[in-house]
């Protein structure tokens, strides 16, 4: 049943062969690497007008400009990546780059960076969408933490059945919101060109400046305001990095495929965040922290009452007032990009964990596909951790937010300076002039793009650190100790298992010590003991431990009267435990012989369902779990299956109905 509930949800295994198959063509790829950064536009403007309404509705008219210092970076960094893909193809991205010419801890830190991003680019993604959930559906108001939770677990389980046909999947609506943005784009310039744009329904609205900001954007408190207004809009830049990182999805030629696809996005996401803060000043949007009380109508409060719309479905109703039909088609394709958003990172995540459990510094488990060619245990884990966030923080996007983008623009910066080393090392060797020169100007990109990302991780630091960038910097240097940690481990474990000397290791031991744990003369206690004689070890010795007297004066005489030809050793134990003075017993006779190896055999019944197994002592398993840790002690189960007997009583060519009638 389990199996079958499992092929229902995730389908039928894939062979191995078969994994060309499931490679992205550009106009799949785009969708599924795209929507992260492209859905950014869904909130980046929100952020950008929440951050600047805090100075009134004066500071909001520069939105625009901090908009196009955005896509400055924005295509700065696109411009980077596209040299990161053609110089990385693996698929390594960031962690890959820093790791060969900064050094392993370094690309620990990308990589630390990377991890804690994707889980928060899906824990923003879907309380967003939860959020308009909530806004566009009364009754779902309230519930977007349990509605976000849920999407999630669609979202793990639609990868689960494999990246290809979660992208299929996901294409529809994502070109349905890049159309659906790009009409309202289109209109709304045009009704703004001939004068009849309609003025947004929070236009007529006052916006009241917090303590401080009563003068607007003066002094040293505006300017820093504006670059948290600038970092809170660069959040249009997560995803970018994705592509980079998800290369080995993309059918060949890779590396020039996934560069393509990255350029269309750097001009389709710049074009639309351009877009949508343009209108957003035409038509007079506000959008602030809480507008119950800080938007203003005849100098008072708004109150309760009132709802605050997001920035696209207040410019979508004004651009469509008279279409409401294609208002109702902008609101909800972009509470379907917000949630397929996170698609993203369960794409890059699971690679680069894979990436990382390959060069031992995560579980090897996540470095294996399922069998539907998925990294299936590093998609289980990303939407683990995304649920952990999204009900530690309730779901709420204005909380979240303060943790995003600094993880992603630790690892642009690192990056950028990863990609300068490597052509600085390559041009001392490379002495073709056409390469050089292409080198070259790789090298003057890459160095632009660390100075534009260098400069906007200190403004990011600087502004949100006491907002919340400070956890996103502490799971980070968590995530880093363990990986460290994860990586002494299975250095320790290599190192361990080396073999030094083939020849002494091809050695047989002088003698073999066996030992047949015994608690009754039964059927599994005969199987044992027949099955250590098989073995013809050197010395061979039958144990019990003195619990009870009387039962222990029984099976020396039920020993003797089968003639088991194996001595019975009585240990003593004054305190009824079993465990220890069988661990003691062993450990004597390794003392007595240091150089020769012991092998117990331990007696075992197996029972047909899992609940019978608590019906029964786990004197065994403790056992063994002791005798693990005992050098030269070698562990052999003898397993009885309880239900054998009946089986044998059948005979050949009975049932067991027919034996019981």
Known sequence: MTEALKRALVGRPIRSERLG???????????????????????????????????????????????????????????????????YPSGGGDYEVARENLGHRAGLTVASALLVDYVLTVAVSISSAAQYVGAAIPAADGHETVIAVGVVAVLALLNLRGVREAGRGFAVPVYLYMAAIGLMAVMGFVQYLTGSLRPAESAGLDVLPQAGFEQGLVGLAGAFLVLRAFSSGSAALTGIEAISNGIPHFKRPKSRNAATTLLMLGLISSSMIMSVLLLARATGVRFVQDPATDLLRDGAPVGDTYVQHPVIGQIAGAVFADVPILFGVVTLVTGVI????????????????????????????LHTRGDRLAFSNGIVLLAVAAIVLIVAFDAEVTRLIQLYIVGVFVS???????????????????????????MQRSRVVNSFGLVMTGAVLVVVLVTKFTHGAWITLLLMAILFLTMTAIHRHYSDVARDLTVPDLAAARALPSRVHGIVLVSKLHQPTMRAVAYARAT????????????????????????????????LTVLDSPFREVTRPVVEHIRAVRRDSPRDLVVVFVPEYVVSHW?????????????????????????ASVPFQLHEVDHLAAGPGRTEDEGDM
Do not use: C
Request: hydrophobic residues 55%; without cysteine; proline residues 6%.
């Open 338 to 365: 917000l949630a397929l958003a996170a698609n993203t990172a369960f794409n890059g995540f699971p690679v680069l964990a894979s990436i990382l459990a390959r060069d031992g510094f995560m579980p090897r488990q």
């Open 536 to 567: 013809r070890p050197s010395t061979l010795e039958a144990i019990t431990v003195n619990v009870d007297a009387e039962e222990t004066a029984r099976l020396r005489v039920a020993w003797e009267a089968a003639d088991v030809p194996v001595p």
């Open 412 to 438: 642009f910066t690192v990056s950028q300076l990863g990609m300068v080393r490597h052509w600085t090392r390559h041009l001392r060797v490379e002495t073709a002039p056409a390469a050089r020169t292409r």
């Open 21 to 87: 198959a499931t490679l992205l063509p550009k106009r799949i790829a785009l969708p599924v690497f795209a929507s992260d950064a492209l859905s950014s536009v869904a909130y980046a403007p929100d952020e950008v007008l929440l951050t600047l309404a805090i100075a009134g509705v004066t500071a909001m008219v520069i939105s625009p400009w901090i908009g196009l210092a955005v896509v400055v970076v924005l295509l700065t960094v696109v411009a980077s990546y596209r040299q990161t893909v053609h110089a």
């Open 611 to 635: 609940w019978e197994q608590l019906l029964h002592n786990q004197s065994a398993l403790r056992l063994k779990g002791r005798l693990l840790f005992i050098p030269g002690v070698v562990m």
